[in-house]
């Protein structure tokens, strides 16, 4: 375990820290970390405590008025400096990704990837928090809009990446002006703890004010509660499940403060007759069983053609056949362990729930055990034959199943079966159809908000907005205009004439 010491881990852990400093408390209570990948105790980590959030909340607070004072391309200095240190890290944060977590290695790198990747966009992105110039309808006058930090910025992320996300919005929000208060997992907190150490360097050398980067290891339902009502904390940005979104966008917004929702996905794949089955077998399989079906964004459905039903369907089988499972750690492996034994149980509940609705399972459900198997959260993923409308194949269980479905129409049927879901983050067509693909992407296509085609559903890259509609919750986070949403928008007015006409031609003579 070299990556531990490599990214200064001890044994027990501080779980609150305002940048550089962190905020020890004894009496605060513990959790012990265990890896999905073996069971064993990875480390301790102190629950940051209520005291200790007000004083994390107030040195942000005072950060802010210090950082949004900084010009955005110097800020933009500071995240080029970030992303350099993550590149100088990546190794051993993404083994420690991949052993907390459970995914495998390859995806743990790539998430570091990720991270790096928003770092470079975010300097970019530092030259050009640009707003548009009008013109206005009085003689004499100049109109434009800009945009103004927002400040405190709350980060709720989730076990399944529990750092791209974080950097998603921290490499952003600090761009912008604003400074940040992350609540990662309870699951995963010390991959953020070795985040926050890998900062730490940084804002030292830099000479910047506590609380420019804050961390709060703590329960959902204490620090997250804290936070939803905060008032202090203008956005919150909120990656997990639709129940926890659903909550977390009402409490916000009783308060008038702004939301980023990043909720469940139930995401399909369609393979119509047109596809190239060479290039959608390995998507499916990717987008299905990578992380362990963890992924917002991972294959649920893959709504297929009569015509190439059997044909698909014995390749798939075929394919998870193949595929290897153990030690996430190990490269020859596929498949890593499932976070924790509830989420092994959700997943044989689900497959118990939706054999009895009908479904036929193809291959895989089974729970290893035995050697290498014990943690107890290694599963075989699963294919199920199923129907849309099931009330399973409706839910999003965070798992590896992969529901096949089979449509016998047109495209526009298979479109609309996928989207006949209450989740709407991403989709994908495998067609070489031109016609079948461009209807897909039309707006009486695909609802979500990651329409692909010819590649699967995850894997999303940096640039471009990611998020998703209906029960997703409508955010968008990383590239394109997505920073937006941590700016408050301004608009302005100058008069530069000697008179005052008024808009709408309105007369006002004393
Ligand atoms: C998530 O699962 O919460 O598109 C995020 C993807 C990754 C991000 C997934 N870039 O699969």
């Known amino acids: 375990m070299e990556f531990l010491k490599q990214l200064n881990l001890g044994a027990s852990n501080a779980g609150a820290s305002t940048g550089q400093q962190w905020l020890a408390d004894d009496s605060a209570e513990q959790l012990a970390i265990h890896s999905p990948v073996n069971g064993e105790l990875i480390a301790k980590v102190s629950l940051c405590t209520q005291a200790q959030y007000q004083q994390v909340i107030e040195q942000a607070q005072q950060a802010?008025?210090?950082?949004?004072?900084?010009?955005?391309?110097?800020?933009?200095?500071?995240?080029?400096?970030?992303?350099?240190?993550?590149?100088?890290?990546?190794?051993?944060?993404?083994?420690?990704?991949?052993?907390?977590?459970?995914?495998?290695?390859?995806?743990?790198?790539?998430?570091?990837?990720?991270?790096?990747?928003?770092?470079?966009?975010?300097?970019?992105?530092?030259?050009?928090?640009?707003?548009?110039?009008?013109h206005s309808e009085r003689p004499l006058h100049r109109m434009y809009e800009q945009y103004h930090p927002l400040g405190i910025v709350g980060v709720v992320s989730a076990f399944n990446f529990p750092v791209a996300v974080w950097a998603w919005n921290a490499m952003i929000a600090a761009v912008c002006g604003n400074v940040t208060v992350w609540k990662p997992s309870e699951k995963t907190p010390l991959t953020a703890i070795a985040c926050q150490h890998i900062l730490k360097d940084i804002l030292v050398r830099n000479n910047l004010p506590e609380g420019v980067f804050s961390?709060?290891?703590?329960?959902?339902?204490?620090?997250?509660?804290?936070?939803?009502?905060?008032?202090?904390?203008?956005?919150?940005?909120?990656?997990?499940?639709?129940?926890?979104?659903?909550?977390?966008?009402?409490?916000?917004?009783?308060?008038?403060?702004?939301?980023?929702?990043?909720?469940?996905?139930?995401?399909?794949?369609?393979?119509?007759?047109?596809?190239?089955?060479?290039?959608?077998?390995?998507?499916?399989?990717?987008?299905?069983?990578?992380?362990?079906?963890?992924?917002?964004?991972?294959?649920?459905?893959?709504i297929v053609h009569e015509s190439v039903y059997d044909k698909v369907k014995d390749a798939l089988v075929g394919a998870y056949g193949k595929l290897r499972i153990g030690n996430p750690l190990d490269q020859n492996n596929h498949v890593g362990p499932l976070i924790d034994q509830a989420s092994v149980q959700a997943f044989s509940a689900a497959l118990d729930k939706v054999q009895a609705e009908g479904g036929k399972l193809l291959c895989g459900g089974e729970v290893l055990s035995g050697e290498g198997y014990?943690?107890?959260?290694?599963?075989?993923?699963?294919?199920?034959?199923?129907?849309?409308?099931?009330?399973?194949?409706?839910?999003?269980?965070?798992?590896?199943?992969?529901?096949?479905?089979?449509?016998?129409?047109?495209?526009?049927q298979a479109i609309d079966l996928q989207?006949?879901?209450?989740?709407?983050?991403?989709?994908?067509?495998?067609?070489?159809?031109?016609?079948?693909?461009?209807?897909?992407?039309?707006?009486?296509?695909?609802?979500?908000?990651?329409?692909?085609?010819?590649?699967?559903?995850?894997?999303a890259e940096i640039g471009g907005a990611f998020g998703g509609e209906k029960e997703t919750g409508g955010g968008r986070e990383c590239g394109s205009d997505a920073w937006k949403a941590y700016m408050r928008r301004q608009t302005n007015t100058i008069n530069y004439s000697t008179a005052l006409p008024l808009a709408q031609g309105i007369k006002f003579d004393l």
């Open 64 to 134: 802010f008025v210090a950082w949004r004072q900084v010009t955005a391309p110097q800020r933009g200095e500071i995240v080029r400096q970030i992303g350099q240190a993550l590149r100088d890290y990546k190794q051993p944060l993404g083994e420690l990704v991949s052993y907390e977590m459970g995914k495998s290695l390859q995806e743990g790198l790539g998430e570091v990837q990720e991270m790096i990747d928003i770092c470079d966009f975010a300097v970019g992105l530092s030259r050009q928090l640009c707003g548009s110039t009008m």
């Open 419 to 459: 989207n006949d879901v209450a989740q709407g983050l991403s989709s994908a067509i495998f067609t070489q159809n031109l016609l079948e693909a461009e209807q897909f992407l039309a707006h009486w296509g695909s609802d979500c908000g990651i329409a692909n085609v010819n590649i699967g559903t995850s894997g």
């Open 215 to 302: 961390l709060v290891v703590g329960r959902g339902a204490e620090i997250g509660e804290l936070m939803l009502d905060d008032k202090r904390i203008p956005l919150m940005s909120v990656t997990g499940s639709t129940r926890v979104g659903r909550h977390a966008g009402q409490k916000v917004a009783a308060r008038f403060g702004k939301t980023i929702l990043e909720l469940g996905g139930n995401n399909a794949i369609i393979i119509t007759p047109n596809a190239d089955l060479k290039v959608a077998i390995p998507g499916v399989a990717f987008g299905a069983v990578g992380t362990a079906g963890q992924r917002c964004t991972t294959t649920r459905r893959v």
């Open 374 to 412: 014990a943690s107890g959260c290694y599963v075989k993923p699963a294919i199920v034959e199923a129907e849309n409308h099931y009330q399973m194949v409706q839910e999003e269980t965070f798992a590896p199943i992969l529901y096949l479905i089979k449509y016998s129409g047109d495209v526009q």
